[in-house]
């Protein structure tokens, strides 16, 4: 059941902390790249050998699917066409990590590195606005984030949301 009243109070209660244009380009460039690192994260994790042997490698990477089904159903709630489009982005998030996997690249070490530095420029962001970030007031902002960066890219496509 979609609720547009209800994402559209999600976004302006995210956009009061992000007015100033340096903080929202910051938090253009650095909101995807944060949200992405976690699944990175997540990813990284092992899974028991017993999980592995017993359902093979379709599950062998559950958990970020596991941690990312809630927040992909919170969107739906939200918005049909807008959780359409971050499923689609977290499925082409984990062909990447496959690929970034088959290449031995290290993936938490990576996405560490690019957590801390996307989160400094959050920051910084935050430091130019002269407002706290969102989350600090509720968490469910962190899942916010991402719906208000692609807001951003339907209102410039012209698409309803």
Not at 85 to 105: C, D, P, W, Y
Request: proline letters at 6%; aromatic letters at 14%; glycine letters at 6%.
């Amino acid at each position: 059941m979609e609720n547009t009243t209800a994402l559209h109070a999600w976004l302006d209660a995210y956009s009061i902390s992000h007015q100033n244009p340096t903080n929202i380009l910051i938090h253009k460039i650095c909101v995807p790249t944060i949200a992405l690192t976690i699944l990175g994260f997540l990813w990284a994790v092992p899974v028991p050998k017993f999980i592995r042997q017993s359902f093979g490698n379709a599950f062998s990477h559950f958990i970020p699917m596991l941690v990312i089904g809630p927040i992909l159903a919170f969107y739906f709630s939200l918005s049909t066409k807008m959780a359409i489009i971050m499923s689609v982005i977290v499925l082409l998030a984990f062909a990447i990590l496959v690929r970034m996997e088959q290449k031995n690249v290290p993936i938490f070490r990576l996405s560490l590195i690019i957590f801390i530095l996307a989160w400094i420029g959050q920051f910084v962001g935050h430091g130019v606005e002269g407002k706290k970030p969102s989350f600090t007031e509720d968490l469910q902002f962190l899942a916010v984030g991402p719906l208000w960066t692609l807001a951003s890219v339907f209102r410039a496509l012209g698409i309803e949301y």
